[in-house]
């Protein structure tokens, strides 16, 4: 049974995703889209206000074109409340400052060791994102108006959480269990006076999607296929297995038994037929040898590049990844047919050519009642989707808008 003051954060939290997401909104507007009552809305805006989450304005883009009166509009408050997402991952770790609610860009900082080579020791990256954070802090403070406040800090990463032992493994990041468990311990105790929530890449980036598209669909996937292949799944509008990463590793369904080994142990993930850290290997013999010989790493773009130079070989290997991509989503779709597949990652650089591959694979799909159903689309710039994702993902689920600067660990 939901308290007083838990209804009320609530629907603090829905009248500023309401405000952030229309950007311009009268209060009657607002009390008639969130079924609450004028009074009631009256009450809780003005605590927005006074907590500069909000503010008022006669500004409603092309509504101020109107003559006579111009209403009173609640648009966002920018440049008060920021997020702070320390990304770890494997080609980098830094940190982003961006606007709570809106998500809007504000700075991005690197995390590195004293060498500057950009942190090679994982077991030092909570000591080395603190010392980034409070120096990033203090620059952002120093000369000017002490008005921006960090409502928390969201560490998103590569890998799967156990929110329950609190522990996390990262196959990119080459951190074991035990590991895992270590770092996120010298984390909980480096940030004891922060909010903050340790979430797993593909989870942010799926939720990022949802906000910023406005997603009608209920039931969707957002697959990323990078490096590593994740996968967030979305049931009746909620995350499973929320942002931990935990509820599925697509990655890692097998897909030929006798195939290559995985980072995993298993053999035959479609991992490690076709993200991104396999490809090289995949590929290599098919590749002409002047190309081949300058390389240790293959890339999506690389492929893509010389599929564009008319190359057959690239041109199969876009082929192979579409058939093994369409082979792990039909698993999903007769186990959860979602309406809309949104697929995402550094493999949109392929393009057309594996969009139309996939579509003529799941159209072949024997139970063509389930595939019929389901749209896939390419989504959106990964990063960017990343640092709303993880804001909004801790603004809806660990911040208290009554009480916003509550320090805790959240871990998925």
Not at 201 to 206: H, I, K, P, R
Request: hydrophobic share 40%; net charge negative.
């Amino acid at each position: 049974m939901k308290t007083q003051p838990i209804i009320k954060n609530d629907n603090l939290k829905a009248i500023y995703r309401a405000v952030c997401r229309n950007k311009a909104i009268s209060r009657a507007r607002l009390a008639k889209e969130l079924g609450l009552s004028k009074p009631t809305i009256s009450l809780l805006v003005d605590e927005l206000i006074r907590e500069r989450f909000l503010r008022e304005s006669s500004d409603a883009g092309e509504q101020n074109t109107r003559t006579g009166r111009r209403p009173t509009y609640l648009v966002p408050q920018e440049g008060v409340h920021l997020i702070a997402v320390a990304h770890w991952k494997s080609e980098g770790r830094w940190i982003d400052f961006i606007n709570a609610g809106t998500g809007k860009f504000v700075e991005h900082v690197m995390i590195e060791d004293s060498s500057g080579n950009g942190c090679a020791d994982c077991s030092i990256l909570p000591e080395l994102t603190r010392r980034t954070f409070d120096e990033a802090c203090s620059r952002r403070s120093s000369g000017k108006k002490p008005k921006e406040r960090i409502l928390g800090l969201c560490i998103v990463l590569e890998g799967m959480l156990d929110p329950e032992r609190k522990r996390f493994v990262s196959t990119p990041l080459g951190i074991s269990w035990e590991e895992g468990e270590k770092i996120l311990l010298d984390t909980e105790n480096l940030f004891r006076d922060l909010c903050v929530g340790i979430f797993v890449d593909t989870a942010c980036t799926g939720y990022g999607e949802m906000i910023t598209q406005h997603l009608e669909e209920r039931d969707f996937a957002y697959i990323n296929m990078g490096e590593g292949i994740g996968a967030s799944l979305v049931l009746h509008g909620k995350m499973l297995g929320g942002a931990s990463g935990a509820a599925t590793q697509l990655g890692h369904i097998c897909l030929d038994p006798d195939g290559p080994k995985c980072r995993c142990g298993g053999y035959g993930c479609f991992e490690a037929l076709s993200g991104e850290y396999a490809l090289y290997e995949r590929y290599r013999e098919k590749m002409p040898p002047e190309f081949r010989d300058a390389l240790t790493r293959l890339t999506y773009a690389d492929i893509a590049a010389h599929a564009e130079l008319g190359e057959q070989w690239a041109d199969e290997a876009i082929s192979e990844i579409a058939d093994n991509f369409a082979k792990a989503v039909r698993n999903l779709i007769t186990l959860f047919c979602p309406e809309l597949i949104i697929i995402g990652g550094d493999v949109t650089v392929l393009g057309q050519r594996f969009m139309d591959r996939v579509e003529e694979n799941l159209n072949r799909l024997d139970f063509l009642f389930m595939a019929s159903k389901v749209k896939t689309v390419l989504g959106g710039e990964t990063d960017l989707l990343v640092d709303i994702g993880a804001a909004g993902y801790m603004t809806d689920h660990y911040i208290s808008l009554a009480d916003p600067y509550r320090p805790g660990l959240h871990i998925g």
